[in-house]
């Protein structure tokens, strides 16, 4: 059926469109529909239509007045928000944490602040009440748990004195069974204490962060962590005494950081943990300073973790790192990244090169982005990323020649390297030519 409107008929249907959506407001719509006649040169009632159509389209969302959205839209948009300040695992110290902790609490009041029906959702939605701190009062601990329904929780322990620490682990291990992220800092508790937040009594936990804990704190029982194997999935030591080897612990986990150990680590501590490890995705070593302690006995040969993605070395000396590279054995499709305090990268450059050269090999794209300037180095393919930085302050013009001698796989044609040289300043900063001479030949084409 051929429909046809003339336009003031169709000029009054649009009104009558934009008002039932709208409400009678809107006072641009001559101009939407003048400008949409001219562009494109018509004078007839559809064109007017589809001009009203189009505005109903991309406008609709932004007139729509914020209390008109569902509920269900709005907890989506209020999550949103409360992720940026729900990064609790990632602080210096105490004080900070404490801060962040705030920050959390009063954006959930500025959200509760704005109408009845905000604070509303806030506080019928548990998630938004987990988070605990040691610190806390037990009017604020005890309004939080009335709120947070039977939803997982998130506890940070802190030593402002033994007892209080003391109170509060007591009053948390009756609900165990809902810890979900436990963080132990500076605690001196007793070990009959600690044993509640984790092991049978938490078998839904999730993430553990242990930091600046005395070693009798810290058991190595397998029977300790017994009950945490089925759910355990990050663990954070920070300036621990000791690293826990027992095997039930890293079973299923996926990430592990290790972060300023305060006794030197041995090889044989390493390879009991990460052979235990074999579901491992991301693997960060911090600030380990000392070297570490030869094996009093023969290793099996480097350490294969066929699911890590990711391994970071971080503010850490170049022997270290070169030691830790060669106690795993890396796959093609896991990233790296150094940060190295002495810049001494010649100490580990086999390592490099050979993964490089694997990287490369497994490639199925047909070319790879590199990235250098004074302070850092960066190739990286669609999935791996290798990079290479010293700390700010730092520089350096000469990087080792990791494509030197290169040989491409069989059948594999020539790689396209997209290459972006950077300075920071003078021109002097720029790299050195040598660095990239190991690109000039038939395997592969600059661009």
């Known amino acids: ?65 914020i209390d008109a959205l569902p509920d269900e839209i709005l907890l989506n948009i209020f999550k949103l928000v409360m992720e940026k300040f729900s990064t609790f695992d990632d602080y210096r110290n105490p004080s900070e944490f404490c801060e962040k902790l705030k920050l959390y609490h009063a ?19 548990g998630p938004f009440w987990t988070v605990f701190d040691s610190r806390m009062s037990e009017k604020q601990i005890k309004l939080g748990l009335s709120r947070s329904g039977n939803a997982p929780l998130t506890l940070g322990v802190f030593k402002r004195s033994s007892n209080s620490a003391n109170r509060f682990i007591e009053r948390m291990a009756p609900l165990s069974k809902r810890f979900s992220h436990l963080i132990l800092d500076s605690v001196d508790t007793e070990v009959g204490y600690a044993s509640a937040l984790w092991g049978e009594s938490a078998p839904n936990l999730q993430q553990l962060s242990i930091r600046f804990i005395d070693v009798n704190l810290f058991p190595t029982s397998e029977s300790c962590f017994k009950g945490t194997t089925s759910s355990l999935r990050r663990l954070h030591l920070s300036s621990t005494r000791v690293v826990p080897t027992a095997q039930t612990l890293y079973d299923r986990l996926e990430e592990l950081t290790i972060d300023r150990p305060s006794q030197a680590l041995t090889v044989s501590t390493l390879d ?115 990079s290479l930085q010293v700390p700010p302050g730092g520089g350096r013009r000469v990087w080792p020649n990791y494509f030197a001698n290169f040989s491409p796989r069989e059948g594999q044609a020539p790689i396209r390297v997209n290459l972006f040289l950077r300075t920071e300043g003078t021109s002097d900063q720029l790299p050195d030519p040598q660095s990239i001479s190991g690109l000039q030949n038939d395997f592969f084409v600059l661009m």
């Open 107 to 125: 954006a959930l009041y500025r959200l509760r602040a704005a109408c009845r029906r905000w604070c509303g959702i806030v506080v019928s939605y």
């Open 272 to 386: 009991s943990v990460l052979r235990g490890a074999s579901r491992l995705r991301i693997l960060r070593f911090r600030l380990i300073l000392m070297p570490i302690m030869a094996p009093t006995g023969t290793l099996s040969g480097p350490i294969s973790i066929p699911s890590l993605l990711a391994i970071s070395f971080e503010m850490m000396d170049s022997f270290v790192i070169s030691q830790l590279l060669g106690l795993i054995r890396l796959s093609p499709r896991t990233s790296l990244r150094i940060v190295c305090v002495d810049m001494q990268f010649s100490s580990f450059e086999t390592y490099i090169r050979r993964h490089i050269r694997a990287v490369l090999h497994s490639m199925k794209e047909k070319s790879f982005r590199l990235n250098m300037s004074h302070n850092t180095y960066l190739l990286r393919t669609y999935y791996v990323c290798i």
């Open 1 to 65: 059926m051929n429909l046809s409107f003339t336009l003031p008929e169709s000029k009054r249907l649009a009104n009558e469109v934009i008002a039932q959506c709208f409400g009678t407001n809107v006072n641009d719509l001559e101009l939407i529909l003048t400008r949409s006649q001219r562009v494109e040169g018509r004078q007839d009632g559809m064109a007017t239509l589809e001009a009203v159509i189009h505005y109903l389209q991309y406008n609709y969302n932004r007139l729509l007045p």
